[in-house]
Nanobody
Framework: VQLQASGGGLVQPGGSLRLSCAASGGTAGIGLMGWYRQTPGKLKELLAD???????TYVNSVQGRFTISRDNAKNTVYLQMNNLKPEDTGVYYC?????????WGQGTQVTVSS
């Protein structure tokens, strides 16, 4: 399974971005999909995840600002990010769980700065 993330970039505080992550190659049965963020010197932090039937969870810091969704027909997970803050800056990674294995995308940089 390969995951291709896209949609990162530079945005001003208060702005919005939408990240996408498309899975390909033997994707039948993908379960949980999620988005993580990593900042320098820190481990990846789970931001949000979504089950195959659409149940979502969020970390407190993004609750109400970020929305995770998925399109199972396209094997794609999205992260709509609104009201972005400078502390949201980091490299965003998607992942997917398939048959007890975790697959990771390559990461996309999000920079929130004026």
């Amino acid at each position: 399974v390969q995951l291709q993330a896209s949609g990162g970039g530079l945005v001003q505080p208060g702005g919005s971005l939408r990240l996408s992550c498309a899975a390909s190659g033997g994707t039948a049965g993908i379960g949980l999909m999620g988005w993580y963020r990593q900042t320098p010197g820190k481990l990846k932090e789970l931001l949000a995840d979504v089950s195959s039937n659409g149940v979502t969870t969020y970390v407190n810091s993004v609750q109400g600002r970020f929305t995770i969704s998925r399109d199972n027909a396209k094997n794609t997970v999205y992260l709509q990010m609104n009201n972005l803050k400078p502390e949201d800056t980091g490299v965003y990674y998607c992942n997917a769980v398939l048959r007890d294995r975790v697959y990771w995308g390559q990461g996309t940089q999000v920079t929130v700065s004026s």
